[in-house]
């Protein structure tokens, strides 16, 4: 396999996976209130999606340093397969919260099978080929394409809601089917062999030991996995809060499609800033400086669009999608630079359950976020709970100016592509 084939099936991989996700993004928060929740029991069932996710991260993780990364992806697939289908039983039946609470955390334990597992097998597969390439680039063409899919989706998914809101879900499971044949097909393993011949009890302490060694012990990866929390966890909150946040500010809770054009629209922002990695790339001298850049405007983005509250309708609507597409530009930009970051300071045989870890803090942050946030959009306003968000959104600066203080060289955006070990 050559280096553009792994590229070319790391990115359709991205594109059927993403685009099967988003079909629910942006009507999510809306399925779940028409389910009878309450804002403050549909942010409980979210952060129970997020808690599971911190609760099987770092199983996930080690599942795809030890079994294999295209074993944990098809795992993924299958497990979002079974649990979109429960989701839509939920929804006919009115179940109450605890049902929903349990198929959350459920969905969460699939995402997780993907989160460090395609990114490992990406980076692991461009150094078995030969690849001479920068990886920030190839993470800022699967962002354009995760962009590209989410635009899609998002708008698809929002249009077949407005028909029935079960629509999207369906569709989601039907796709979820070529996700995991395209995985079956094309996904191969390279550059990373699963030991075998080891107990898996020993190798499974084995792989934690040294993840915790290569994770938390080395000091650029804590401060991310500090600096996580505020910053992931709250994204988390922001991005299904917006669908109902925005028809009210547009003054018609009816208007169903425009949450999928919102979200559509952020896509649009996240496919302009994947492109943009080399002009960032060219302009930049480190990649923490991106970084904080992005950390203080998305902080400032996030309370003007609360402050868009105050607004006259549908000013507020237009000011507040503004804000959240430039929010969701910088980040789009700052992901694949961070990913590149990490990907430099982590060995391979850890590298799945490393950046498994990694998503662990976003993920805890996002069970104490959403049903607090949650809770202050039902006692005050949306608009109150954003400025907070956007508050707790900066207070992940200082662990990043720390980064930044390390000098290390996979800082350096002109090097820094091998693997250094703090």
Known sequence: MTPERVQRTYLVLLLLQTLAASLIWGINTLFLLDAGLSITEAFVANAAYTAGMVIFEVPTGVVADTFGRRVSFILGAATLLVTTAAYLGLWYAQAGIGWWILVSALIGLGFTFFSGATEAWLVDALEATGFEGVTETVFGKGQAVTGAATLIGTIGGGLLGQINLGLPYIARSVLLLAVIGAAWAWM????????????????????????????????????????????????????????????????????????????????????IGGASIRLVRRVSTTRSGVLITQIVVGSLALIGVGLAEGLEIPVGFWVAIALLTLFSLFSSIAFPIQQAYMNGCIPSEQRATVLSFVSLTGSAGGVVAQPALGRVADVFSFGVAYIVAGVIYVLSLPFLIAVKRMGLAADRVTGGEKTIVA
């Open 188 to 271: 191969h393993d390279l550059g990373y062999e699963p030991t075998k011949g080891v107990a898996i009890g020993a190798q499974v302490r084995g792989i934690l030991r040294s993840s915790i060694k290569h994770g938390y012990n080395n000091p650029p990866i804590r401060m991310f996995m500090l600096a996580a929390p505020f910053a992931s966890g709250v994204s988390i909150w922001i991005f299904y809060a917006f669908q109902p946040y925005l028809l009210e500010l547009f003054g018609d809770p009816n208007a169903t499609y425009l949450a999928g054009i919102a979200a559509a629209v952020f896509a649009v922002a996240q496919m």
